[in-house]
C-alpha cells in the first residue's frame, strides 16, 4: 500500500544562512559573515547529503529547494557541486524542479548564468517592495531600480521567476497597495508570493514595536481589505491563490512549496533546516543545529547534523496535514485524512463552519472559503478540536 507521503512527493530543502545584512522583519535563520569557507560547506553538504540518501535509497526527487539566508551569495560552483551529488545519490524526475531564493544585490547576469547551468531552473526573487521610501523602511539594500534590473536578467537566464512582495506596510494606504500590485501584476512573473507584513517577536521590528517606535502600522480592518484586493487583482490578472499568500498562473505552482503543502516528505539539510521522513511506514520529524559553526562541527566531528528525530503521532500527523492542507485551494482530502487520523471531522462541527460560511464541504474534501483563509489560524483551532 502507498504510504501517505507520496501524494505530496519528496522533496529536498538545502538552507544556505548567510545574508548581507539581517532584514529587521526576518525571523528566519540567517546570519551576517565576512568570510565563508564554502569549500568546507560543500563537504559538510555532501555529507549530509550521503547520509539521508543510505536512509531513503532510490525515492525519486521532485524538488530541489536553496533557501536561506541568500542562497544567491554561493558560488554557482559550489551549487553544480552539490546538485551534481544529489544526482549521483538519488533519481530525479524528469521534469525536477530546482529552485534558488536570489536577493537583488547579489544579481549579476553572469552569476545567474552560471546558477542556470548548474541546473537551477527557478528563480525567487525577494523584492519585498517597489518604491525606494518603503525598501528603506524594510532595511532593504537595494533600490527599486535595482530590483526591477535584477528580475529583468532572471526572467532572460531562467525559464521560471518568481517573486515576494510584502505589504500591510507602515504608512502604506489601500491605494497605493493597489497601484503597487498593478505594477507587480504587469512584470508578467507566472508567480507571486504576496505576505502580508507580521511583526515577529525576536526581530528588530519586533524590539521596536514593543518600545513604541514602529508607527504606521496598518490596522487589522486595512489589512483585511489589502488581502481580499490581493485575491481580487490576482485573480483577474490569471493569477489565482493556489495558497494563502502565493499565487500563481498554470502549471507554475511552487512544487517545492506543494510537498509541504501535501504532506509529502522532505529532506532538510544545513543549520537550523527541517524535515519530514517515513522511515519503516512511521512519519519522523527532524531538525537541526540553528548556529551555521556548529551545524559545521556537528556534521564534521558527529557525522550528522541534527539535533532532533523523533516519530510523528498519527494525531499529530493528522493535525500537520490538516493545517497544512487548508492552506491550498484544493484543499484536504478526506479519505486522507481518515486513513492518517483513524476517524473523520465531527460531521456537526463541519457543518456549522460550512454554514458559516468558513469551508466548503463535499463528500471528497474540504477547502477554506476566502473569507475561512482569512481567519485561517481561528478555523483550524475549531476543526481541530479534539
Same mark, same amino acid.
Given at each position: 500500500?502507498?504510504?501517505?507521503?507520496?501524494?505530496?512527493?519528496?522533496?529536498?530543502?538545502?538552507?544556505?544562512?548567510?545574508?548581507?545584512?539581517?532584514?529587521?522583519?526576518?525571523?528566519?535563520?540567517?546570519?551576517?559573515?565576512?568570510?565563508?569557507?564554502?569549500?568546507?560547506?560543500?563537504?559538510?553538504?555532501?555529507?549530509?547529503?550521503?547520509?539521508?540518501?543510505?536512509?531513503?535509497?532510490?525515492?525519486?526527487?521532485?524538488? /530541489?529547494? $536553496?533557501?536561506?539566508?541568500?542562497?544567491?551569495?554561493?558560488?554557482?560552483?559550489?551549487?553544480?557541486?552539490?546538485?551534481?551529488?544529489?544526482?549521483?545519490?538519488?533519481? +530525479?524526475?524528469?521534469?525536477?524542479?530546482?529552485?534558488?531564493?536570489?536577493?537583488?544585490?547579489? +544579481?549579476?547576469?553572469?552569476?545567474? #548564468?552560471?546558477?542556470?547551468?548548474?541546473?537551477?531552473?527557478? +528563480?525567487?526573487?525577494? !523584492?519585498?517592495?517597489?518604491?525606494?521610501?518603503? %525598501?528603506? !523602511?524594510?532595511?532593504?539594500?537595494?533600490?527599486?531600480?535595482?530590483?526591477?534590473?535584477? $528580475?529583468?536578467?532572471?526572467?532572460?537566464? $531562467?525559464?521560471? +521567476?518568481?517573486?515576494?512582495?510584502?505589504?500591510?506596510?507602515?504608512?502604506?494606504?489601500?491605494?497605493?497597495?493597489?497601484?503597487?500590485?498593478?505594477?507587480?501584476?504587469?512584470? &508578467?512573473?507566472?508567480?507571486?508570493?504576496?505576505?502580508?507584513?507580521? /511583526?515577529?517577536?525576536?526581530?528588530?521590528?519586533?524590539? #521596536?514595536?514593543?518600545?513604541?517606535?514602529?508607527?504606521?502600522?496598518?490596522?487589522?480592518?486595512?489589512? &483585511?481589505?489589502?488581502?481580499?484586493?490581493?485575491?481580487?487583482?490576482?485573480?483577474?490578472?490569471? !493569477?489565482?491563490?493556489?495558497?494563502?499568500?502565493?499565487?500563481?498562473?498554470?502549471?507554475?505552482?511552487?512544487?517545492?512549496?506543494?510537498?509541504?503543502?501535501?504532506?509529502?516528505?522532505?529532506?532538510?539539510?544545513?543549520?537550523?533546516?527541517?524535515?519530514?521522513?517515513?522511515?519503516?511506514?512511521?512519519?519522523?520529524?527532524?531538525?537541526?543545529?540553528?548556529?551555521?559553526?556548529?551545524?559545521?562541527?556537528?556534521?564534521?566531528?558527529?557525522?550528522?547534523?541534527?539535533?532532533?528525530?523523533?516519530?510523528?503521532?498519527?494525531?499529530?500527523?493528522?493535525?500537520?496535514?490538516?493545517?497544512?492542507?487548508?492552506?491550498?485551494?484544493?484543499?484536504?482530502?478526506?479519505?486522507?485524512?481518515?486513513?492518517?487520523?483513524?476517524? =473523520?471531522?465531527?460531521? =456537526?462541527?463541519?457543518?456549522?463552519?460550512?454554514? %458559516?460560511?468558513?469551508?466548503?464541504?463535499?463528500?471528497?474534501? /474540504?477547502? &477554506?472559503?476566502?473569507?475561512?483563509?482569512?481567519?485561517?489560524?481561528?478555523? !483550524?483551532?475549531?476543526?481541530?478540536?479534539?
Amino acid at each position: 500500500m502507498a504510504e501517505h507521503w507520496q501524494a505530496g512527493g519528496f522533496g529536498l530543502y538545502v538552507h544556505w544562512p548567510f545574508c548581507q545584512a539581517k532584514c529587521p522583519y526576518c525571523d528566519f535563520n540567517s546570519h551576517v559573515a565576512a568570510q565563508i569557507d564554502q569549500s568546507r560547506w560543500f563537504s559538510c553538504y555532501l555529507s549530509e547529503i550521503k547520509r539521508y540518501s543510505s536512509e531513503v535509497p532510490g525515492r525519486t526527487l521532485t524538488s /530541489i529547494y $536553496f533557501g536561506g539566508g541568500t542562497p544567491s551569495l554561493m558560488a554557482p560552483e559550489t551549487v553544480a557541486a552539490i546538485l551534481e551529488a544529489i544526482r549521483a545519490e538519488w533519481p +530525479v524526475a524528469n521534469d525536477l524542479e530546482v529552485t534558488l531564493e536570489a536577493n537583488p544585490t547579489s +544579481v549579476e547576469a553572469g552569476r545567474f #548564468r552560471g546558477f542556470r547551468d548548474a541546473g537551477v531552473n527557478r +528563480v525567487s526573487m525577494g !523584492l519585498q517592495a517597489l518604491n525606494d521610501a518603503d %525598501l528603506r !523602511l524594510l532595511g532593504r539594500l537595494h533600490s527599486a531600480a535595482e530590483g526591477r534590473a535584477a $528580475f529583468d536578467i532572471a526572467r532572460s537566464v $531562467f525559464p521560471r +521567476v518568481s517573486f515576494d512582495l510584502i505589504y500591510a506596510r507602515q504608512h502604506q494606504t489601500l491605494a497605493h497597495w493597489r497601484s503597487e500590485l498593478t505594477e507587480a501584476l504587469a512584470l &508578467a512573473a507566472d508567480h507571486l508570493s504576496l505576505y502580508q507584513l507580521t /511583526i515577529e517577536p525576536g526581530t528588530a521590528f519586533g524590539d #521596536r514595536h514593543a518600545r513604541g517606535r514602529l508607527p504606521g502600522l496598518v490596522d487589522d480592518d486595512t489589512g &483585511a481589505e489589502m488581502y481580499d484586493l490581493t485575491q481580487e487583482m490576482c485573480e483577474a490578472a490569471g !493569477l489565482p491563490a493556489y495558497e494563502v499568500s502565493n499565487h500563481a498562473g498554470d502549471m507554475a505552482q511552487s512544487r517545492h512549496n506543494l510537498v509541504y503543502w501535501r504532506g509529502g516528505d522532505y529532506v532538510g539539510i544545513g543549520p537550523g533546516a527541517h524535515g519530514r521522513l517515513t522511515l519503516q511506514g512511521l512519519r519522523r520529524a527532524t531538525e537541526t543545529e540553528l548556529s551555521p559553526a556548529g551545524w559545521l562541527r556537528a556534521v564534521e566531528t558527529r557525522g550528522s547534523g541534527e539535533t532532533l528525530r523523533e516519530v510523528i503521532s498519527p494525531e499529530a500527523q493528522a493535525e500537520e496535514y490538516a493545517m497544512m492542507s487548508l492552506r491550498l485551494s484544493e484543499g484536504l482530502d478526506r479519505a486522507r485524512y481518515r486513513a492518517i487520523r483513524g476517524r =473523520d471531522f465531527d460531521p =456537526d462541527l463541519l457543518g456549522r463552519l460550512d454554514s %458559516l460560511g468558513m469551508i466548503s464541504v463535499t463528500l471528497d474534501r /474540504i477547502t &477554506a472559503t476566502l473569507q475561512g483563509r482569512r481567519i485561517l489560524n481561528t478555523v !483550524l483551532a475549531e476543526l481541530l478540536v479534539d
